[in-house]
């Protein structure tokens, strides 16, 4: 009898197998195919390999103010690939080595759900205490006529040893869709990046959609919001795509990336146990990762929401303590985001027009990265820090930075939210100098509006 039966080898339930173990659980963890799941095989870690080379490939071009007249030979594509792979295959070595490491059972098969204390793979009948569904998600493509023959999704993407000359990117514009937009256009695609939605970004601070926006255009990316794409038509190794909306579109393309995704559960026996299912199409989970069926709880991608690497890593932690007995609550309200776009995007907390939707009296700093000093030495000027505040007492509901290292100054903002900091506490603080955490204090001083190396307003 297994303390935990962890279904699905990606960074979630790789992180709840080996935290059961350290709390002393016997741990077995399920995987169908390789480990590391979507982020270390076709996400996180692939996508930044190609972030590496697009920002390189970027400053190149761009080194000129800084003092360097460069060269470029040419992009080559399979070596990016065959470097991706490389990554890839060192961290999954990693993990393997730590399953082993931690004394967690890796048994390679797909499991099936017969009861809820009782497992199946391939034949073998696991029997555990608890259970943990880290199934993740797959891409989806969504029912529009002739879009299924004709969309690549980002596993194909990632895998492409040749740049197309066009590219239509059609979906929410969400995170994936801004990234893949930045690299294709930097490695020479014409990008053209069309969501039904009203903006880029619909589920960020509004500030942070026109950010993006503009940084995008500027970059030479075709941005259309507000359009729906009505069919999709192959037709001698090209697309032609019918757009509609304000403006009717045709657009005749080589190749259309669909990069929207769903929680993955199909053929796990959950209709079975009758496990109750969110209307966003994840498996319902309380505050403690608990689904509705007593011991099994689920993780991750699966459970829909933000579909991000370290979401379902922390949510993991969560889930195996609970799972090994523990009461731990998982706190939804400070889960970072992080786009690695050119600038890069990375924010927490309510945006302002969620805290003011809910009533609360909003307070707003912002410090703009033209004014920092780092980044106007390295001529990495577009973006800002802006801090949403509770005017009354000064707590801080969300950061949303645009700029250069958006992703990790990202951190400062969690760490102070997750310590409950007052926006004067983080005024108050120091930093060093020239570094671009300086933007995230002078933000909070611009919520108290003693913001020293802005103009009077
Ligand atoms: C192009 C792209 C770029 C991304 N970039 C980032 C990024 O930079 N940062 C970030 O935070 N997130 C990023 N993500 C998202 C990130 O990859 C996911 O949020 C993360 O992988 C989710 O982890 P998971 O463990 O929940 O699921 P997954 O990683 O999908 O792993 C699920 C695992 O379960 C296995 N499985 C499924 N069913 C069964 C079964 N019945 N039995 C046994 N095994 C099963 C699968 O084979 C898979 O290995 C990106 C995603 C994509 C597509």
């Not at 059972?105 to 696991?126: C, Q, W």
Request: aromatic letters at 6%; proline letters at 4%; one cysteine or more.
């Amino acid at each position: 009898m297994y303390d935990v039966v962890v279904i699905g080898g990606g960074p979630a339930g790789y992180a709840a197998s080996v935290r059961a173990a350290q709390l002393g659980g016997k741990v077995a963890l399920v995987e169908a195919a390789e480990m590391g799941g979507t982020c270390v095989n076709r996400g996180c870690i692939p996508s930044k390999v190609w972030h590496r080379a697009a920002s390189m490939l970027h400053w190149f071009r761009n080194s000129e103010s800084l003092g360097i007249r460069a060269t470029i030979n040419e992009l080559d594509l399979p070596a990016i690939v065959e470097r991706k792979n490389g990554v890839s295959r060192d961290i999954r070595m990693g993990m393997e080595a730590l399953l082993k490491n931690n004394q967690i059972e890796l048994i390679r098969g797909r499991a099936i759900f017969k009861s809820p204390r009782e497992i199946h793979v391939d034949g073998r009948i696991l029997e555990t205490r608890t259970s943990i569904v880290a199934t993740g998600s797959r891409p989806k493509i969504p029912d529009i006529p002739g879009l299924k023959d004709a969309a690549a999704t980002t596993d194909e993407i990632l895998e492409m040893v040749e740049i197309p000359d066009s590219i239509l990117i059609w979906g929410d514009a969400g995170p994936i869709d801004l990234e893949m937009a930045t690299y294709m256009n930097i490695f020479g695609s014409r990008v053209h990046l069309v969501t039904e939605h009203p903006r880029l970004l619909f589920k960020e601070d509004q500030e942070t959609s026109q950010r993006m926006a503009k940084a995008l255009r500027e970059q030479g990316v075709e941005v259309v919001t507000g359009h729906s794409l009505k069919s999709a038509v192959r037709a001698n190794n090209r697309f032609v795509a019918e757009i509609s909306g304000p403006d009717e579109l045709t657009l005749n393309v080589n190749c259309l990336l669909v990069a929207s995704r769903r929680p993955y559960f199909d053929g796990l026996g959950l209709d079975e146990l009758g496990i109750r299912v969110d209307p966003n199409n994840g498996i319902w989970v309380d505050d403690r990762l608990r689904t509705s069926m007593d011991g099994v709880f689920a993780i991750g991608d699966v459970t829909g929401g933000w579909m991000m690497s370290h979401v379902a890593s922390s949510m993991a932690i969560t889930a195996a303590e609970n799972a090994m007995g523990n009461d731990r609550k998982f706190p939804f309200h400070l889960i970072p985001r992080a786009i690695w776009t050119i600038p890069e995007v990375g924010s927490v907390g309510l945006s302002e027009e969620e805290a003011e939707a809910k009533g609360l009296n909003v307070e707003v700093g912002a410090f703009p990265y033209a004014v920092n000093g780092l980044a106007m030495l390295r001529d990495e000027m577009s973006g800002s820090v802006k801090i949403v505040a509770d005017a009354d007492y000064g707590e801080i509901l969300g950061v949303h930075i645009v700029g250069a290292n958006a992703t990790e100054l990202v951190g400062e903002a969690v760490m102070a939210m997750q310590l409950e900091a007052t926006v004067k506490e983080l005024a108050e603080s120091i930093r060093c100098h020239p570094t671009f955490s300086e933007s995230v204090v002078d933000a909070a001083r611009d919520v108290l509006n003693w913001a020293l190396y802005l103009p009077r307003s």
